[in-house]
């Protein structure tokens, strides 16, 4: 009897140590777990902080797309026109003037492509040897009259962006001319009856240089658009002293 008492005693001080210990493993066990977690949250929080802080970045304006109306300044008063659709695109580098810093400075490449749908055409006069706009008949059915203007340019711009997504930048472009057009698709001219589809270019008396200043406003990704050009399509006495004037909006694709 006494030797059974003694066996219990001893089993249950085996096992209250066992418990102990099995008490201080799970202790350390779920300690260390909140430890991790903790840890783990503290990282995703500062991985937050730096994406936030990052995310402005995003849109470096690299890749910028411009669409726009075009105003046609100085246009003769006798041509009429609606809707002149365009568009710029604009790929550039992103110089900051700090790493901190909001303001930078870009510069690239770009092509800029402007129409002109009117009531009017853009023809060379042999006689006179001035490019002159003619007014087409009444009553003659077309499907298609366009003049159209593309230049391909070096942009150079300042830039200021703001750590909430506001933007803003101004520049100018300096470019070489690629291109002045007129497409006609339609009834013959003269009353024939006979329909046409054709196109030519322009080469007479025409700028084989343009300059133009832009201003761009927005937040993030999307902005409000703006270009002037400071100098006419044709130089002066060879052509109409028409140059053109572009609202609409850009997007930033990265």
């Known amino acids: ?67 726009f109306h075009t105003q046609w300044m100085n246009v003769p008063g006798l041509v009429t026109y609606k809707f002149n659709p365009g568009f ?9 003037a ?17 129409t002109q749908f009117s009531n009017a055409q853009l023809k060379y006069d042999n006689v006179k040897g001035i490019t002159k706009y003619y007014i087409l008949p009444e009553g ?15 942009p150079i711009e300042f830039r200021y962006r703001h750590k909430c997504g506001f933007k803003m930048s101004v520049g100018a472009r300096i470019g070489i001319v690629a291109e002045i057009s007129q497409r006609y698709k339609g009834d013959n001219l003269e009353g024939s009856g006979v329909s046409e589809n054709y196109k030519y270019f322009l080469k007479s008396g025409r700028q084989n240089i343009n300059f133009d200043v832009y201003f761009r406003c927005g937040w ?5 658009y703006y270009s002037y ?25 990265f």
């Not at 219990?8 to 209250?16: D, E, G, H, P, S």
Request: hydrophobic share 40%; with cysteine.
């Open 1 to 67: 009897m006494q030797y059974c008492c003694k066996s219990l005693c001893l089993f249950a001080n085996q096992f209250l140590k066992r418990m102990k210990f099995i008490r201080i493993l799970l202790v350390c066990t779920l300690f260390c777990t909140v430890c991790t977690v903790f840890s783990q949250e503290q990282k995703n929080n500062e991985l937050a902080q730096k994406f936030k802080k990052e995310a402005v970045e995003v849109f470096r304006d690299r890749l910028i797309v411009d669409i």
């Open 88 to 96: 710029n695109i604009s790929a550039l580098w992103d110089f900051k």
């Open 98 to 114: 700090t790493k901190k810093s909001p303001i930078s400075f870009g510069v690239g490449v770009g092509c800029t492509f402007h």
């Open 140 to 154: 003659v059915s077309r499907k298609l009259n366009r003049m159209t203007y593309i230049n391909c340019n070096i």
């Open 220 to 224: 993030k990704f999307v902005a409000v």
């Open 229 to 253: 050009q400071v100098n006419k399509l044709f130089t002066e006495g060879k052509g109409p002293k028409v140059n053109p004037m572009s609202i609409g909006i850009s997007l930033s694709l």
